[in-house]
């Protein structure tokens, strides 16, 4: 019998990738620019050359990742950001 689980794990959509790879074109530069502008974090962790981007979904009935863990390559810090299904960004 399996034990069942009462937390749940996010379904990994695409394995830590750096983001300097092509196929992480698509993901959204606002999202990278946030952890980019962070100033609370190292500047390794802020350098594109050593960010490395694991997609997931925390509900599996999703067509797509709404999760980024933005990881350092260098000291393998992770940042985590949500992916809303718009972002609301007030201009002005
Ligand atoms: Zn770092």
């Given at each position: 019998?399996?034990?069942?689980?009462?937390?749940k794990?996010?379904?990994?959509?695409?394995?830590?990738?750096?983001?300097?790879?092509?196929?992480?074109?698509?993901?959204?530069?606002?999202?990278?620019?946030?952890?980019?502008?962070?100033?609370?974090?190292?500047?390794?962790?802020?350098?594109f050359?050593?960010?490395?981007?694991?997609?997931?979904?925390?509900?599996?009935?999703?067509?797509?990742?709404?999760?980024?863990?933005?990881?350092?390559g260098?000291?393998g810090?992770?940042?985590?950001?949500?992916?809303?299904?718009?972002?609301?960004?007030?201009?002005?």
């Amino acid at each position: 019998m399996r034990p069942e689980r009462i937390t749940k794990t996010p379904e990994v959509v695409r394995a830590s990738t750096p983001i300097t790879d092509p196929s992480m074109k698509d993901i959204p530069l606002a999202y990278l620019m946030a952890v980019k502008n962070n100033e609370n974090l190292d500047d390794c962790c802020r350098d594109f050359d050593n960010m490395h981007v694991e997609l997931q979904k925390t509900d599996p009935a999703l067509e797509s990742a709404n999760k980024l863990v933005v990881a350092c390559g260098q000291c393998g810090k992770k940042q985590t950001r949500f992916v809303g299904g718009s972002a609301n960004t007030k201009a002005g």
